[in-house]
């Protein structure tokens, strides 16, 4: 199906990159949008300030003849993630922005499972599902309801359509106009090379629903991604890296746009979620022998206490220099403790 066709909104899809190490998934998921059921009118790879991936784009486009249709631009703004989907956005030309990973592959039906929501007017914002791929299956320390540390879908989200607070960067898509009326990504937040960061996405839905009360972000399962996730991604090291990075992503979208009930889905979470998962993995230490229940036990309280303190440092640092020397040197104590650097 076309999209634009009979009433139905035509489509933007955005992919951003920024390495070449991802060059065979990049093409495979550019290759997932083009076999798409809901065609899309435009397909935009942006690259995020690497000459040699623009150069080599543009050759294997020449050479193959694969990516004819797709429209190859290098990131105009800061360097980043958010600074990329910007830079898409501005040459998106459809109804509808839909963004995709460059690590992610695309159901068949994915568009036609989100346009179907842009339906009702009140609909600002709609992601899907983002199923993980380990490279080296998933760790046995590895919980599901922890999968956002490697932005997949977590246990603990709902399992058929509903209202959300904000969508999943790896699987998500926006009117066009929502951009229009409150801007784009912020700059200063999100993913810069291996800086673990993020919330852009949170702080987008977040500023365009606060601006136009009434209206909806939806969160339709249904409409899948399958997200590679390499080995260094399930190591302590990067979980605990990427634990201290959402506290201060956090916290800085609560600087931006006020406490309130912003971060009520974190409460809930924290509060319903995650003990049980606690209470699982220690059931299945003790009643089956299994010590990976014991090691998802212990990996989610101490995931829990780094995104604490990372968000309380985060808050405070401002405030106080010994704060903020005090927190750096904590976060490399974490860093070291748990291996060193985490991998991009």
Same mark, same amino acid.
């Given at each position: 199906?076309?999209?634009?066709?009979?009433?139905?909104?035509?489509?933007?899809?955005?992919?951003?990159?920024?390495?070449?190490? +991802?060059?065979?998934?990049?093409?495979?998921?550019?290759?997932?949008?083009?076999?798409?059921?809901?065609?899309?009118?435009?397909?935009?790879?942006?690259?995020?300030?690497?000459?040699?991936?623009?150069?080599?784009?543009?050759?294997?486009?020449?050479?193959?003849?694969? @990516?004819?249709?797709?429209?190859? *631009?290098?990131?105009?703004?800061?360097?980043?993630?958010?600074?990329?989907?910007?830079?898409?956005?501005?040459?998106? /030309?459809?109804?509808?922005?839909?963004?995709?990973?460059?690590?992610?592959?695309?159901?068949?039906?994915?568009?036609?499972?989100?346009?179907?929501?842009?339906?009702?007017?009140?609909? @600002?914002?709609?992601?899907?599902?983002?199923?993980?791929?380990?490279?080296?299956?998933?760790?046995?320390?590895?919980?599901?309801?922890?999968?956002?540390?490697?932005?997949? /879908?977590?246990?603990?989200?709902?399992?058929?359509?509903?209202?959300?607070?904000?969508?999943?960067?790896?699987?998500?898509?926006?009117?066009?106009?929502?951009?229009?009326?409150?801007?784009?990504?912020?700059?200063?937040?999100? +993913?810069?090379?291996?800086?673990?960061?993020?919330?852009?996405? /949170?702080?987008?839905?977040?500023?365009?629903?606060?601006?136009?009360?009434?209206?909806?972000?939806?969160?339709?399962?249904?409409?899948?991604?399958?997200?590679?996730?390499?080995?260094?991604?399930?190591?302590? +090291?990067?979980?605990?890296?990427?634990?201290?990075?959402?506290?201060?992503?956090?916290?800085?979208? /609560?600087?931006?746009?006020?406490?309130?009930?912003?971060?009520?889905?974190?409460?809930?979470? *924290?509060?319903? *979620?995650?003990?049980?998962?606690?209470?699982?993995?220690?059931?299945?230490?003790?009643?089956?022998?299994?010590?990976?229940?014991?090691?998802?036990?212990?990996?989610?309280?101490?995931?829990?206490?780094?995104?604490?303190?990372?968000?309380?440092?985060? @808050?405070?640092?401002?405030?106080?220099?010994?704060?903020?020397?005090?927190?750096?040197?904590?976060?490399?104590?974490?860093?070291?403790?748990?291996?060193?650097?985490?991998?991009?």
């Amino acid at each position: 199906m076309p999209g634009g066709a009979a009433g139905w909104p035509s489509v933007s899809v955005v992919i951003c990159c920024f390495t070449e190490a +991802r060059w065979e998934l990049l093409l495979r998921g550019i290759a997932s949008v083009q076999s798409q059921t809901f065609r899309p009118e435009q397909v935009v790879v942006v690259v995020d300030h690497n000459e040699d991936l623009y150069r080599r784009l543009g050759l294997y486009r020449r050479l193959t003849g694969a @990516l004819l249709g797709v429209e190859v *631009v290098e990131n105009s703004g800061p360097r980043g993630l958010s600074g990329a989907r910007n830079t898409g956005v501005k040459a998106a /030309t459809g109804d509808i922005v839909a963004f995709l990973d460059d690590d992610a592959e695309a159901a068949p039906d994915w568009l036609a499972r989100l346009v179907l929501f842009y339906d009702d007017p009140d609909v @600002l914002a709609v992601g899907g599902r983002v199923e993980p791929v380990w490279e080296s299956g998933r760790p046995a320390h590895f919980p599901e309801e922890l999968d956002w540390i490697v932005g997949c /879908t977590y246990k603990g989200l709902p399992r058929v359509a509903a209202q959300v607070r904000n969508v999943i960067g790896a699987n998500m898509s926006f009117r066009c106009d929502v951009f229009e009326r409150v801007g784009g990504f912020n700059a200063s937040l999100g +993913r810069q090379g291996g800086r673990p960061l993020g919330c852009e996405e /949170t702080e987008l839905c977040l500023r365009a629903s606060i601006g136009a009360p009434g209206t909806r972000v939806v969160y339709e399962p249904a409409a899948v991604v399958r997200h590679h996730v390499p080995a260094a991604r399930g190591t302590l +090291r990067y979980m605990l890296a990427r634990a201290w990075s959402e506290g201060v992503s956090k916290a800085q979208v /609560t600087r931006l746009l006020g406490r309130g009930e912003i971060l009520g889905p974190e409460r809930r979470y *924290v509060r319903r *979620v995650l003990p049980r998962a606690v209470l699982a993995g220690l059931r299945s230490c003790t009643r089956d022998g299994d010590m990976g229940g014991l090691a998802r036990a212990g990996v989610i309280v101490a995931v829990l206490a780094v995104t604490a303190i990372g968000y309380l440092q985060s @808050l405070w640092e401002t405030s106080s220099p010994q704060v903020r020397v005090s927190g750096s040197v904590l976060y490399r104590l974490i860093r070291d403790t748990s291996g060193g650097r985490p991998s991009d």
